[in-house]
């Protein structure tokens, strides 16, 4: 019969081993405590005490189990008939689940590790026919194989925890590829919102910079209008200082036709009824020049309210547009005013001309300065 060995006939059992840490994490520890022991020279040595540790830290299962798994890298330590490259291996692997429920405390330092192990007298547990006899004995070796069925049953139960344990960690590598790949999804809809978010600051940028440009040009018209208007109150200010000055000559020259009419008040009753009527109209242009003033103040205030308003934010754009809506309604009206007078005034001038004429004809015998006077009057 051909007898199975672990290694080939060229190969120690420190490779696998040391090929354990890249496979298992966790197993960096112990392959640095067992490197940094002294006293070790062989790689055998190696091996017994990171056995002993892996015993200590109940994971050997786990460490052999990684092995078993990775059979193309156990490949380069082991031939092809070795037990640890057939079934026979994982059936081995799985018993050691059972060395978990030993609180092994081994020691390592101080230890021949590197030298052969003697070897041990399993004699105590093989049976003799001399010992038939013997009960002591056959008691000790009944505790002993009780012993062995109750660590046998434990390994069972080690061995169901072990699968249940393998389907939930199955169960957990699942769920962590599902994570994985809702990561990823999240990971592009997370570049695509920042794509977005990029792209509507651009827009934005380009909304602010058009918004910008369209309130300059804005303001350029406002301020083009407010010169306009400047200009325009300048113009009604010199019609209302000659308005003014027509309104002086006019009253200058009412006082003077009342002064030669009171000397001719007992001449025609007509020619004094015209003259009453002559005197309303004046004081009737006279509160329209008032009026006239008054919204003339009103303008200047508006103009400086709006000026005010214009620098101090561009957000009243709107309401200056209506102000001055609101002053060129309040200028045309001026201006409609002063056509008014202007024509009231020509009615003024007929009606003197006309109580002249009256004045010349009926005034006949008197002297020939007061001819000239009203003369003048008419002209």
Same mark, same amino acid.
């Given at each position: 019969?051909?007898?199975?060995?672990?290694?080939?006939?060229?190969?120690?059992?420190?490779?696998?081993?040391?090929?354990?840490?890249?496979?298992?994490?966790?197993?960096?520890?112990?392959?640095?405590?067992?490197?940094?022991?002294?006293?070790?020279?062989?790689?055998?040595?190696?091996?017994?005490?990171?056995?002993?540790?892996?015993?200590?830290?109940?994971?050997?299962?786990?460490?052999?189990?990684?092995?078993?798994?990775?059979?193309?890298?156990?490949?380069?330590?082991?031939?092809?008939?070795?037990?640890?490259?057939?079934?026979?291996?994982?059936?081995?692997?799985?018993?050691?689940?059972?060395?978990?429920?030993?609180?092994?405390?081994?020691?390592?330092?101080?230890?021949?590790?590197?030298?052969?192990?003697?070897?041990?007298?399993?004699?105590?547990?093989?049976?003799?026919?001399?010992?038939?006899?013997?009960?002591?004995?056959?008691?000790?070796?009944?505790?002993?194989?009780?012993?062995?069925?109750?660590?046998?049953?434990?390994?069972?139960?080690?061995?169901?925890?072990?699968?249940?344990?393998?389907?939930?960690?199955?169960? &957990? #590598?699942?769920?962590?590829?599902?994570? =994985? @790949?809702?990561?990823?999804?999240?990971?592009?809809?997370?570049?695509? %919102? !920042? *794509?977005?978010?990029?792209?509507?600051?651009?827009?934005?940028?380009?909304?602010?910079?058009?918004?910008?440009?369209?309130?300059?040009?804005?303001?350029?018209?406002?301020?083009?209008?407010?010169?306009?208007?400047?200009?325009?109150?300048?113009?009604?200010?010199?019609?209302?200082?000659?308005?003014?000055?027509?309104?002086?000559?006019?009253?200058?020259?009412?006082?003077?036709?009342?002064?030669?009419?009171?000397?001719?008040?007992?001449?025609?009753?007509?020619?004094?009824?015209?003259?009453?009527?002559?005197?309303?109209?004046?004081?009737?242009?006279?509160?329209?020049?008032?009026?006239?003033?008054?919204? &003339? #103040?009103?303008?200047?205030?508006?103009? =400086? @309210?709006?000026?005010?308003?214009?620098?101090?934010?561009?957000?009243? %754009? !709107? *309401?200056?547009?209506?102000?001055?809506?609101?002053?060129?309604?309040?200028?045309?009206?001026?201006?409609?005013?002063?056509?008014?007078?202007?024509?009231?005034?020509?009615?003024?001038?007929?009606?003197?001309?006309?109580?002249?004429?009256?004045?010349?004809?009926?005034?006949?015998?008197?002297?020939?300065?007061?001819?000239?006077?009203?003369?003048?009057?008419?002209?």
């Amino acid at each position: 019969m051909v007898r199975k060995s672990f290694l080939s006939y060229n190969k120690t059992i420190w490779g696998p081993l040391e090929l354990v840490e890249k496979l298992y994490p966790e197993a960096e520890e112990i392959g640095a405590s067992v490197r940094d022991l002294p006293g070790l020279k062989t790689p055998l040595g190696r091996a017994r005490a990171w056995l002993r540790l892996a015993l200590m830290q109940k994971k050997m299962a786990d460490y052999l189990r990684c092995l078993i798994i990775q059979r193309d890298l156990l490949s380069e330590f082991y031939e092809y008939h070795a037990l640890m490259m057939e079934e026979e291996g994982t059936v081995i692997v799985g018993l050691l689940v059972g060395l978990n429920v030993i609180d092994a405390n081994l020691c390592v330092k101080g230890e021949d590790l590197d030298s052969q192990v003697g070897v041990i007298d399993f004699s105590m547990y093989l049976k003799n026919e001399d010992d038939i006899g013997n009960k002591e004995r056959n008691v000790q070796i009944a505790a002993i194989l009780d012993q062995k069925n109750y660590v046998e049953e434990l390994n069972r139960q080690l061995n169901s925890t072990v699968s249940s344990l393998h389907s939930r960690v199955d169960s &957990l #590598e699942k769920s962590n590829t599902k994570l =994985i @790949e809702e990561l990823a999804i999240a990971k592009n809809n997370i570049i695509k %919102l !920042q *794509e977005e978010n990029h792209q509507l600051r651009s827009e934005n940028k380009l909304i602010l910079m058009k918004t910008q440009q369209h309130l300059e040009v804005t303001k350029v018209d406002v301020e083009t209008e407010l010169q306009t208007y400047k200009h325009s109150r300048q113009e009604l200010d010199e019609m209302y200082n000659e308005a003014r000055k027509q309104l002086r000559d006019e009253s200058q020259l009412r006082q003077d036709v009342e002064n030669e009419l009171a000397v001719q008040v007992s001449m025609k009753h007509e020619i004094e009824l015209a003259m009453k009527l002559l005197e309303k109209d004046i004081h009737e242009k006279q509160d329209t020049l008032i009026g006239l003033r008054q919204q &003339l #103040e009103e303008v200047k205030a508006i103009n =400086i @309210e709006m000026y005010q308003k214009m620098q101090g934010s561009e957000d009243s %754009l !709107q *309401e200056k547009n209506e102000i001055i809506a609101r002053l060129e309604e309040k200028t045309n009206k001026i201006t409609v005013a002063m056509r008014q007078l202007e024509q009231s005034d020509n009615d003024l001038l007929t009606q003197t001309r006309t109580i002249a004429m009256s004045l010349v004809k009926c005034a006949s015998s008197d002297t020939q300065d007061q001819y000239k006077l009203v003369k003048d009057i008419s002209f």
